[in-house]
């Protein structure tokens, strides 16, 4: 991975994070949603058509687009539930640390990538943090009795969640032959604000309430959500995703800190053993040839 890479996945990681925090924090996770990815919806509107008309899309590219934003959607509605029926510091870890898992594997067997022994090391430690993270104590010793709950609604939802971004992972990769960036990010936005929108309307009068109690956070999200994503894409297209999709997850840490400091979340000392293996582990990523 080179090191320009290695930085915008860095700055994705904390704004991506940042995001999660707002949407957590939020009493309608849908209606909040919804209205974020409607305000990036329009402050990226001008910028992606420029960038269609300049590189031309072509029939193809749309399909791409199209899949893209459903996969997106159906990540965000998987998302807004664990957030409610879990903490930041345990779904944002397990969500998100299931793509150094899954995603590897797939890139090897599914677009013929390598993976390098240097690079293996690092996503095996980020995964165990991730593991160390979200368990629910703070005696290591007691892990595997904890992994024996993953059964638990709000864990299996987080599971469900983290298969989707890696699904979407993969296809976005490889919808960068056809589309730039930022308007890949674009029929992203777009799958969240049309195919969300019926439970939107349901939701008239939280939408409201979120819009008055929570405006700014919507805003500041609908600002990070797709910088986050679009430095991402950006560093896809000069390095492996097995490597890029792991390196990412530092966000990880700060979603971690931000529930145990913030929103008062338990199991502090396991969860922040968790946060070193990962850096440890995206800083081996780094280095990785």
Avoid: C
Avoid at 78 to 99: E, F, K, N, T
């Amino acid at each position: 991975m080179t090191t320009a890479a290695f930085l915008l996945v860095l700055a994705a990681g904390a704004a991506h994070a940042s995001w999660n925090f707002l949407l957590k924090r939020s009493e309608h996770k849908v209606a909040f949603l919804w209205s974020f990815a409607a305000v990036s919806f329009f402050a990226f509107l001008i910028p992606a058509v420029i960038w269609a008309v300049i590189r031309g899309i072509g029939p193809r590219g749309v399909v791409f687009g199209v899949v893209s934003g459903a996969l997106h959607a159906a990540y965000g509605l998987a998302l807004s539930r664990g957030y409610q029926i879990g903490d930041l510091s345990a779904v944002y870890p397990i969500s998100r640390g299931m793509g150094p898992a899954l995603i590897p594997l797939a890139a090897v067997l599914l677009l013929d990538e390598r993976v390098s022994a240097w690079a293996g090391l690092g996503i095996a430690l980020v995964v165990l943090g991730v593991l160390l993270i979200q368990a629910e104590t703070d005696q290591p010793a007691r892990l595997l009795q904890h992994l024996r709950g993953l059964g638990r609604p709000a864990i299996t939802t987080a599971l469900v969640t983290g298969a989707l971004i890696t699904a979407y992972s993969l296809w976005d990769k490889k919808a960068l032959d056809y589309l730039p960036p930022v308007t890949l990010n674009q029929f992203s936005m777009s799958g969240y604000v049309v195919l969300l929108a019926p439970l939107a309307y349901r939701a008239r009068v939280p939408l409201r309430a979120e819009w008055r109690e929570r405006g700014w956070s919507i805003v500041a999200a609908g600002v990070l959500a797709p910088l986050a994503y679009i430095l991402v894409l950006v560093a896809l297209t000069t390095s492996r995703v097995s490597y890029v999709a792991p390196a990412r997850e530092v966000g990880i840490v700060l979603g971690a800190a931000l529930g145990i400091a913030v929103l008062h979340e338990g199991y502090g000392v396991a969860r922040i053993a968790g946060a070193a293996l990962i850096v440890a582990g995206v800083l081996t990523l780094g280095l990785a040839p």
